[in-house]
């Protein structure tokens, strides 16, 4: 690379976080409490990653993907995830270390997610305590969802970092997306909720198989 990174932008869900469980639990109750069928957990990695209105109409039969019923999915999803947020979920291994030896090389890194915001900061405080992330951007209705490349330009902006010094990564097409709208290297990882083929598809320039070998990319 012609430029060191001195910035890292991670996804949440599938990248950071193992959190398939846990959402695709608070999605089944919720389908259930509506009446309608649930899905298998790995059903969820193909649901997840557009955001929790998204995910919710995937959820749903293709007659009762209207706005009206997509709201109350996502009310009563809320409602059954603030009970078991924490349930099933942990950071992916190598991950702690990652982010322990990125600090430690003075790298910047930040969380740009399709996630509520609350949500998303409470899984950081949650299992990230001792490390510190310098942004955190989440869905708050404020910016459009990824790939839209508003959060993470903001992110950049604001930590003063040129798109060159930069990278996102994230385990789908939409993280791949985000980063080349943002102008920044996008790499992709194994261990998410796609496979490697829908993230070189949406141009990926790396795709790693472990967390570790991302410090050889900086």
């Known amino acids: 690379?012609?430029?060191?990174?001195?910035?890292?932008i991670f996804d949440l869900d599938g990248t950071l976080l193992d959190t398939l469980r846990s959402i695709a639990g608070a999605f089944n109750r919720a389908l259930d409490q509506l009446g309608y069928p649930q899905h298998p957990s790995e059903a969820y990695?193909?649901?997840?990653?557009?955001?929790v209105f998204?995910?919710?109409?995937?959820c749903l039969p293709a007659a009762e993907q209207n706005k009206a019923t997509i709201d109350q999915l996502v009310q009563a999803e809320r409602v059954e995830y603030a009970k078991s947020w924490h349930q099933e979920v942990q950071p992916y291994q190598g991950i702690v270390e990652l982010l322990a030896e990125l600090s430690k090389r003075g790298i910047a890194t930040s969380v740009l997610t399709n996630k509520d915001q609350a949500a998303a900061e409470q899984c950081i405080r949650r299992f990230f305590p001792g490390h510190s992330f310098h942004h955190i951007i989440g869905y708050d209705g404020s910016r459009p969802h990824k790939p839209d490349p508003s959060g993470g330009e903001w992110i950049?902006?604001?930590?003063?970092?040129?798109?060159?010094?930069?990278?996102?990564?994230g385990d789908t097409a939409v993280d791949m997306l985000t980063g080349k709208a943002c102008?920044?290297?996008?790499?992709?990882?194994?261990?998410?909720f796609r496979e490697p083929r829908e993230l070189t598809g949406a141009g990926a320039t790396y795709v790693i198989e472990q967390p570790s070998q991302l410090l050889e990319l900086l």
């Open 1 to 8: 690379m012609e430029q060191h990174l001195k910035a890292i």
């Open 45 to 51: 990695r193909y649901f997840i990653g557009d955001g």
């Open 54 to 58: 998204q995910c919710a109409s995937r």
């Open 156 to 169: 950049l902006k604001a930590s003063g970092i040129n798109y060159q010094q930069a990278a996102m990564v």
């Open 183 to 192: 102008k920044m290297l996008a790499i992709g990882v194994s261990w998410g």
